[in-house]
């Protein structure tokens, strides 16, 4: 995983392995001996998270995480289960969830959930982790996470009506007998880095 892992880092930054090793002080054989399957110690992996201002956990594929700032706090938030519907709606079950690492700032979040579905786009895509601060309302435009008449949605809110980004799907209009309330205010995706 080591191998492959710095070789994504080097495309991005449009450098070759024996560019890193050299930078960090090793030789170009050693670049080679990574590539035959040999793992760095210690000291060697501090020098090139360092370099890549990654951590040694993204570096040997422990965590998709990337940390970017040494030092960086890491966060927690609770994951739900059950996802929200950029469509037509899901059933909801929040009884199942799990704490999730996140090396990013979740300040005002409470928890968060996933998406599912395309009526969002381009702004949330399906997959996508939500961070979402709890509350009773949101103000109109807004993104939230809505219950309607059971069905769990991320949506925004116009007057009267649930609406989506993406210009294939109609409003959701509000009718006087629907069960509808707001579970969050919708903060922000989260920046899960893909693995290698």
Not at 111 to 139: C, H, N, Q
Not at 140 to 150: A, K, T
Not at 164 to 179: A, M, Q, T, V
């Amino acid at each position: 995983m080591f191998w492959e892992r710095l070789n994504v880092l080097c495309k991005e930054r449009g450098i070759k392995p024996n560019n890193v090793a050299q930078a960090i002080g090793a030789s170009t054989a050693t670049a080679t001996k990574w590539k035959k399957g040999a793992v760095p110690n210690g000291e060697t992996l501090v020098n090139i998270a360092d370099y890549f201002e990654c951590s040694i956990d993204y570096l040997m594929g422990r965590t998709n995480y990337r940390s970017v700032a040494l030092g960086s706090e890491v966060n927690y938030i609770r994951l739900y289960d059950s996802s929200v519907s950029a469509g037509t709606g899901l059933d909801i079950d929040y009884t199942t969830s799990e704490e999730i690492e996140v090396n990013e700032d979740t300040e005002g979040a409470d928890f968060a959930v996933r998406v599912s579905g395309d009526s969002m786009e381009p702004r949330f895509y399906s997959g996508d982790i939500v961070l979402v601060e709890s509350t009773p309302s949101v103000e109109v435009g807004e993104i939230g996470i809505f219950i309607l008449n059971g069905q769990a949605f991320i949506k925004e809110l116009g007057r009267g009506e649930l609406i989506s980004l993406n210009s294939r799907y109609d409003p959701l209009r509000i009718k006087e007998d629907d069960s509808i309330y707001c579970q969050g205010r919708v903060i922000k995706v989260l920046n899960m880095k893909k693995g290698a």
